[in-house]
């Protein structure tokens, strides 16, 4: 298939076909775990949060809340790991907490298959590089995600970036989407804890970079 064609055509419309085909089936397991999470954590259900898309446009990401919202005697926030729910842990090991990000693709805010949309934040500490990312849609997975996810570097993470926007294709989408599939079932790379030694970010992470050279 020839790779222009596929990149300006028919990924979106796959995009926007299975990403509608997965609210319809998925239409119960939404429903139930909105009403847990309203048990559990009250409202509101979805998580917003913004992160940078295609060509550098800030969107909303959209997800299910993990967390809730205990404070302490001065009205502070907990740490996310204190306010980590059980319930919390689970959707997160099965990345269920991603599914409303569906809405996010049928919207065209995403892909289903790109670099992982981040942080607005992060944008001074790219190289000109690795600013390549953002010359594709983000993606609810990747591949980076599917070769370590936050179990890697930084350098390593966003050099697998360039490397999906570099070798974009329907072969590598599918290859991307079927070893997701393997990884969910297995729960594996997910890290729920939020632990910072493993989830530090960019910023700090080239500062401490710039720090040791």
């Known amino acids: 298939m020839n790779r222009v064609f596929y990149c300006r055509y028919l990924k979106r419309l796959l995009d926007i076909f299975f990403s509608l085909l997965g609210l319809l089936l998925l239409a119960p397991v939404l429903l ?25 446009e800030v ?34 090991k099965f990345s269920l907490d991603e599914l409303p ?17 981040l942080y607005k934040v992060y944008l001074p500490y790219y190289t000109e590089n690795e600013s390549r ?8 997975t990747g591949w980076a995600q599917v070769n370590g996810r936050n179990h890697l570097d930084w350098d390593t993470r966003l050099a697998m970036d ?6 974009l294709s329907l072969c590598l989408d599918v290859e991307i989407f079927f070893i997701t599939v393997l990884k969910v079932l297995k729960s594996g790379d997910v890290v729920v804890a939020l632990d910072p030694r493993v989830n530090i970010p960019l910023n700090e992470y080239r500062k401490n970079a710039v720090k040791k050279a």
């Open 101 to 117: 990000q569906l809405l996010n693709v049928l919207k065209g805010d995403m892909s289903l298959i790109g670099p992982r949309p």
């Open 162 to 167: 360039i490397y999906y926007v570099d070798q």
């Open 32 to 56: 139930v775990l909105s009403i847990c999470i309203v048990f559990s954590m009250g409202f509101p259900v979805f998580f917003f949060q913004e992160r940078v898309g295609k060509d550098g």
């Open 133 to 140: 990312r953002h010359s594709v849609r983000p993606g609810i």
């Open 59 to 92: 969107f909303n990401v959209i997800k299910f809340r993990s967390m809730n919202d205990r404070r302490d005697k001065e009205g502070n926030l907990l740490s996310n790991k204190e306010r980590l729910t059980k319930l919390g842990v689970f959707i997160r």
